[in-house]
């Protein structure tokens, strides 16, 4: 069964890095989602990616992220200078058509120090 | 706007276990139940459109009840591998993002 993967499972990272997550969503999918979950907190949506640019964004989703889909298999998030707030897991997720259920990867647990 | 009152929920194995959930948006119209099991990601398990009361999926069915702003899972027979976090989300007509509630965790015991 098809499904949508993620690396790394967890990054640690120190307050003020880059970090890049990877998410490689189901192969013909077409709309593409970061969510992140923060300890303890609900799953909340960051961004939305369907043909080659942004739908929507949360207000979570500020200056320091940015979203890339860089060839035809891959979907990343950055976060350009971390901080502790960061730290969560964050989920990819992905579905076939505009009516169609969102599939979730495993996560990535973000660390911050 | 979506909102699980119980944390966590115990149910012997082979009885029905109930999950709710309530929403504050009337704008929501399509509603999710997803799974979630340690260390992995949200599993879709069943939906509902607000064009209905009722969803069946095998042993588990989802009730709509949009008076009152209110949904519930039901799952019949209860089974040990249902022990898991379940989590109500809901989306609204043309917005594509899921809100989702704090979850259930399910306890199913033997």
């Known amino acids: 069964e098809p499904e949508v993967t993620q690396t790394p499972s967890h990054q640690v990272t120190q307050m003020g890095q880059e970090v890049i997550l990877r998410c490689v969503p189901i192969?013909?999918?077409?709309?593409f989602y970061w969510y992140r979950q923060i300890l303890g907190q609900k799953v909340e949506f960051l961004v939305s990616?369907?043909?080659?640019?942004?739908?929507?964004k949360s207000e979570i989703f500020d200056d320091q992220f940015s979203v890339e889909r860089p060839d035809g298999s891959n979907f990343t998030l950055k976060i350009r200078s971390t901080k502790l707030e960061d730290s969560a897991m964050y989920f990819c997720?992905?579905?076939?058509?505009?009516?169609?259920?969102?599939?979730f990867g495993p996560g990535t647990r973000l660390t911050v120090l | 706007q979506v909102k699980q009152n119980s944390p966590s929920l115990s149910v012997q194995e082979g009885r029905i276990s109930i999950l709710n959930c309530d929403y504050t948006?009337?704008?929501?119209?399509?509603f999710l139940w997803y799974k979630k099991y340690p260390a992995e990601g949200p599993t879709f398990l069943i939906s509902?459109?607000?064009?209905?009361d009722k969803n069946e999926d095998g042993r588990f069915t989802v009730f709509l009840n949009k008076s009152a702003k209110h949904l519930s899972l039901h799952i019949v027979p209860s089974q040990p591998g249902d022990s898991a976090v379940y989590f109500c989300?809901?989306?609204?007509?043309?917005?594509?993002?899921?809100?989702f509630g704090k979850g259930t965790r399910l306890h199913i015991l033997p």
């Open positions: 997720a992905s579905k076939g058509s505009a009516g169609d259920t969102q599939y």
């Open positions: 192969s013909n999918h077409l709309y």
């Open positions: 990616f369907y043909n080659n640019e942004i739908s929507e």
């Open positions: 948006n009337s704008m929501f119209d399509y």
């Open positions: 509902i459109s607000s064009i209905k």
């Open positions: 989300a809901a989306s609204a007509f043309r917005d594509d993002k899921i809100i």
